[in-house]
């Protein structure tokens, strides 16, 4: 009868434990955890589609906690109770928002939004929650501002495109076509000139070798060519000094004499003007000297005839 007793307990004592695993392991699935002390918060939300019992809170991507409980309250909100470690601190004003796990299966998880406040909640308190807004929604949102930009930029694209439109009218093109024919050939002479100092380069390197000899000669002769300076300065100095005023009056006097001796000449005053004016006396000089050169001529040739000299006496002659 004892042994009976013993296998009895035993057998409800195994049926105890296992009913106690089977709880435990069913809280620790639901994301309760029994071995370790966590901080409990709530929300409420007006729509959990996708939120199951266990499903991670996030924080910025990183899993901080677990959904222990959602119960639909009175009001029909749905209570959602989430714990998470001691450790992590929760500001106060900060948000418990619903958001997609990923783009297929659409589970839901609590993303936390921290505010900067520098109080935090306690265990217990409550969290300020937010639905779920939608792919769709949350798509709309983002794509609205760049909807908006973009037909901005249409419209602008379209009045610059208008614009460009008028101005390139047939008489511009024209123009522009000169122009681009005269911006080609002021780049072929430009780049004829450039060929051209290219091959000149030498020529211009030899310039520059004489520019240097020679600033180097100035250099070198520059005590030289002060003196020079000073030595054109001194005359200029003497020449200054000279008395320029007193030359210039004594040569306008001889000038002045000189006239008045020309003036006398052609007027036939004097000698020397009958002489040079008087056409008759200029004959008779004339005539005068041809004779004169008739007697010479013939005293050449006859000297005995007007010359007589006798060592032995004088003889008559013819």
Not at 89 to 102: H, I, M, R
Not at 232 to 244: G, I, K, P
Not at 260 to 277: A, P, Q, R, T, Y
Request: aromatic residues 6%; without cysteine.
């Amino acid at each position: 009868m004892a042994v009976k007793v013993k296998k009895e307990w035993k057998i409800g004592i195994v049926v105890v434990a296992a009913i106690l695993m089977f709880v435990l392991g069913l809280g620790f699935l639901k994301g309760k955890n029994i071995f370790s002390s966590e901080n409990e918060y709530y929300t409420y939300y007006d729509n959990v589609q996708g939120l199951q019992e266990s499903a991670s809170v996030q924080l910025n991507g990183l899993s901080v906690g677990r959904v222990s409980e959602i119960a639909l309250q009175p009001n029909r909100k749905i209570k959602v109770t989430f714990t998470m470690s001691k450790d992590l601190k929760v500001p106060l004003g900060s948000v418990a928002k619903l958001a997609s796990a990923d783009l297929i299966s659409g589970t839901k998880v609590i993303s936390l939004t921290f505010s900067d406040s520098a109080g935090y909640l306690k265990d217990g308190a409550y969290i300020t929650g937010q639905d779920y807004s939608g792919l769709l929604d949350n798509l709309s949102e983002n794509v609205s501002p760049l909807v908006s930009s973009a037909q901005h930029t249409i419209v602008t694209i379209d009045t610059l495109v208008k614009s460009v439109n008028s101005l390139f009218n047939d008489e511009t093109r024209l123009h522009l076509s000169q122009s681009m024919a005269s911006l080609d050939l002021a780049l072929k002479q430009l780049s004829a000139l450039s060929q051209s100092l290219n091959n000149q380069s030498q020529n211009l390197s030899g310039v520059i070798q004489n520019a240097n000899s020679i600033t180097a000669n100035l250099a070198a002769n520059n005590e030289k060519i002060n003196t020079t300076f000073s030595n054109l300065e001194s005359f200029s100095n003497s020449l200054s000094q000279a008395h320029v005023d007193q030359t210039l009056n004594d040569l306008q006097a001889a000038a002045a004499s000189l006239q008045g001796i020309v003036g006398k000449i052609n007027d036939n005053k004097g000698s020397l003007g009958m002489m040079l004016n008087d056409k008759q006396l200029y004959n008779n000089l004339t005539a005068t000297l041809s004779s004169l050169d008739v007697l010479l001529s013939d005293l050449k040739s006859h000297p005995a005839k007007y010359i007589n000299v006798s060592v032995f006496g004088r003889k008559n002659r013819d």
